[in-house]
Structure formats: structure tokens, C-alpha cells
């Protein structure tokens, strides 16, 4: 089975430049830190705040965001997967890394591959949703990575179930502190959300 | 008691905070009731964990932001902050309604007012300023009934 590393490095290869990429969980940050670039930002720990973090970014920037996290993450706080996926945000791409694991916590598994249809979840709360496993297991199939990336539109997810097994990684050497100037530095302040904000005179609790 | 005109007024004009996030209660009546579309944003949150997070994000790219939690929520804003949102060096207001009718203090490191109705938009200019220079998440307590 493909590892994290691989398939991280594998997608940021692909990215555009200017796409901003956010990491969630300390051993999932250790293994993009292997390929880390300006415009990746690291959150070190199993936060799900993480989520809408990315999605607050998404918000007031024009660039696409792409937020990684494992299936562990979602399962803590899939309320923050809702707000993502209700949020309108074309730019907000969100990758999960599915092993069916606490690879974080000694690697025990967890519901995720039991969900009837896990998918059809993320469908259902408002995702597009592609699934990249096939890209990575079949000759030539990262060719068409690129072509997929360049024309998605959110908030979307992906899919890609990874191993068991760690691969490269490396120890997170700055501090979020550093990450978080770095980030503001690569933002287009003067960008605009793609995004239709609520019409809040048809909420209820407006009077 | 303030009029809740009046005080967005102030934040939308004055102090340009144009993005709001939050968890509904009855306490942000007044002020849910006033905001106007065309003047700012507003994200419904479904939870006080989501809104910090939307906000810490917006406050990233330098978007003035302000969020509404009740003060149960205020044990999640510290966790939250003392995680992970101190460490981004950002500022946000956090509107926080005080259902208890107890004293809410300052959590250590979060600068704090409570919102009077006297004098309250050079208190909320002067606030403003000083969660900006020390790059800080700011608490504005509002008691029962003085915005209406």
C-alpha cells in the first residue's frame, strides 16, 4: 500500500504554485515536512480546528487551499467537515488521507471503513468528491493527476487510501509561529472569496 | 442600552470589521437582528470550535473578524487560543454573552472589556487598537440587555 509521504508528494508536485497546502497531525506534518515549500503550512497536532482554519483562509483569499488531514481527524469533528462543505468555497479542496487507522495513537483502527459509504457522505453534506486510489495503483496513472487538480472545484474531497506504513518523514524544525508569518507572506491580501456568503435575512433566528 | 444600529455602525464603518462568524443565541438578538448583508458577512458556525477556527483563518489574511459565543463556549475559546490560535499571532473580537449574570474574568493573555453603554465607541476604538498592536484575540463581554 502507498504511504503518506508518497502520496503527499505525489499531489504537491502537481499543485500550482501559488495553492497554499495545510497539514493537520503531528506525524502527517513530519511527513510533508519532507517536501515542505512556502506556501505549506503546518498544524503539528490531532486539532480539528484545523479544518475550519482552512476553511477561514478559503474565505478571504482567491487561492486555492488544500487541506490534508487523515480519516482520525474527520472522525473527531466531522462538524467541521459539514461547515467546509457547506461553505460555497471553490477554492477549498480537501484531501483525505484514509488508512483506517489512529496512525498517530499506535495504529488502531478506527470506523472509517466501515461507513456504509464513505463517499456518499461527503456527497451528501455537499462535497464534490473524487477518489485518487486508482491514480496510484495503476501504470500511469499520476499523469492524470494534474488534469484532475487543475479543474476541481469546491469545496471538494479526495480520497486516497494510504498504508499502514510510515514513510519518509522528518522532523518539524520551526515553530507554527514561523509557518504562520510564512503563510501570511504568500496570502493575496487583496484577493476576494469565491464564495456566495449566506443571505442571512432567510435564517430563522434572524427576526 | 446601546442600540444595536448604532454599534454595528461603528464596527462596519469605524473600525472596519466586515466578516462574522458564530453560534446563535437569544442574547445576540438585538445585534443578530440589525446586521445587514450588504455591509458585512456572516457565517453561521456549528460549533464554537469551527467559529474560532473560520475566524483564526480569516484574521491570517488580514481580514478584520469577529466572532459570537455564549459564555459556556469561553472554556473552548481559551483551549483553543492556548492550542493553537496564539501561536498564529492574529487578532479577532470575540463577542461573548454573559448568560450567567457571574463576573466573567480575563482568561491569562486575552485582553477583556465588558461593554457599557456610556462612551462605548471610543472604548471599543481604544480596545480595537490594543488587540491589533499585540496581535491578540480580543473578549467583549455583553451583559443581558444593553444592546438593544
Not at chain 1, 25 to 43: H, M, Q, R
Not at chain 1, 191 to 199: D, I, K, S, V
Not at chain 2, 24 to 39: E, I, S, T
Not at chain 2, 45 to 55: E, F, K, Q, S
Request: hydrophobic share 40%; net charge neutral; charged share 20%.
Amino acid at each position: 500500500m502507498i504511504t503518506r509521504t508518497t502520496v503527499i508528494k505525489e499531489i504537491l508536485k502537481r499543485l500550482d504554485p501559488t495553492d497554499i497546502t495545510i497539514f493537520i497531525g503531528e506525524s502527517l506534518c513530519e511527513e510533508a515536512y519532507v517536501n515542505d515549500c512556502d506556501t505549506s503550512f503546518y498544524i503539528p497536532n490531532d486539532y480539528p480546528i484545523g479544518l475550519t482554519f482552512a476553511l477561514g483562509l478559503a474565505l478571504s483569499t482567491d487561492k486555492r487551499i488544500f487541506v490534508f488531514s487523515s480519516d482520525s481527524l474527520f472522525l473527531y469533528d466531522a462538524s467541521a467537515a459539514l461547515q467546509m462543505a457547506v461553505s460555497e468555497c471553490k477554492n477549498l479542496c480537501y484531501v483525505l488521507l484514509n488508512s483506517g487507522l489512529y496512525l498517530s495513537a499506535g495504529g488502531h483502527p478506527n470506523i472509517f471503513p466501515t461507513l456504509s459509504h464513505s463517499q456518499g457522505v461527503f456527497f451528501r453534506m455537499g462535497f464534490t468528491s473524487f477518489v485518487f486510489d486508482s491514480f496510484f495503483n495503476i501504470p500511469g496513472g499520476l499523469k492524470e493527476i494534474k488534469g484532475m487538480l487543475d479543474t476541481i472545484i469546491g469545496p471538494t474531497v479526495i480520497f486516497v487510501e494510504v498504508g499502514k506504513r510510515r514513510g519518509k518523514y522528518k522532523e518539524l524544525n520551526k515553530s507554527v509561529s514561523f509557518f504562520s508569518e510564512r503563510l501570511k507572506n504568500n496570502l493575496n491580501t487583496e484577493g476576494t472569496a469565491l464564495f456566495e456568503p449566506p443571505n442571512i435575512n432567510e435564517l430563522d433566528f434572524v427576526k | 442600552m446601546a442600540k444595536a444600529v448604532d454599534v454595528w455602525k461603528i464596527l462596519w464603518d469605524v473600525l472596519e470589521y466586515k466578516f462574522f462568524t458564530g453560534v446563535a443565541h437569544k442574547g445576540f438578538d438585538a445585534l443578530y437582528g440589525k446586521m445587514n448583508p450588504k455591509n458585512m458577512h456572516y457565517i453561521p458556525a456549528v460549533n464554537a470550535r469551527a467559529a474560532l477556527g473560520i475566524a483564526a483563518g480569516t484574521s491570517v489574511n488580514g481580514v478584520k473578524s469577529g466572532v459570537f459565543l455564549v459564555d459556556t463556549f469561553l472554556g473552548t475559546f481559551v483551549e483553543e487560543y492556548n492550542n493553537f490560535i496564539k501561536s498564529l499571532d492574529v487578532s479577532f473580537l470575540v463577542f461573548v454573552y454573559n448568560s450567567s449574570g457571574k463576573k466573567i474574568k480575563a482568561p491569562v493573555g486575552i485582553p477583556l472589556i465588558t461593554f457599557s453603554e456610556d462612551n462605548y465607541e471610543e472604548k471599543l476604538v481604544t480596545f480595537d487598537k490594543k488587540i491589533i498592536k499585540h496581535k491578540k484575540p480580543g473578549i467583549i463581554v455583553l451583559e443581558e440587555g444593553i444592546i438593544e
